[in-house]
């Protein structure tokens, strides 16, 4: 079956970094479009970025341009994002995604002092 496992989430100060990573199974990685997704607090679903296969286009929301950097490994199909640069309004618990198909359980991500 399809699975999407997301770990790399933890507390962090406010200008540090984080590295999301998510292995996916039970289907072709490497032929599809792979996003990350997050979920703030008591808020929707924001698009954070995404990547094209191959890995040679990627993607960012206005928010995170220049301070995330979304990857891809097809011989470990494995999705990377690499966050940072961190603030506070990143506080969000974080999906590796195909869109609308198939979604991780998410990895929480805190920007705190």
């Known amino acids: 079956q399809v699975q999407l496992v997301e770990s790399g989430g933890g507390l962090v100060q406010p200008g540090g970094s984080l590295r999301l990573s998510c292995t996916a199974s039970?289907?072709?990685?490497?032929?599809?479009?792979m996003s990350w997704v997050r979920q703030a607090p008591g808020k929707g679903l924001e698009w954070v970025s995404s990547?094209?296969?191959?890995?040679?286009?990627?993607y960012y929301a206005h928010s995170v341009k220049g301070r995330f950097t979304i990857s891809r490994d097809d011989a470990k199909n494995t999705l990377y994002l690499q966050m940072d640069s961190l603030k506070p309004e990143d506080t969000a618990l974080y999906y590796c995604a195909v869109p609308t198909i198939y979604w991780g359980q998410g990895t929480q991500v805190t920007v705190s002092s």
């Open positions: 990547i094209n296969p191959g890995g040679g286009s990627t």
């Open positions: 039970g289907f072709t990685f490497m032929t599809y479009y």
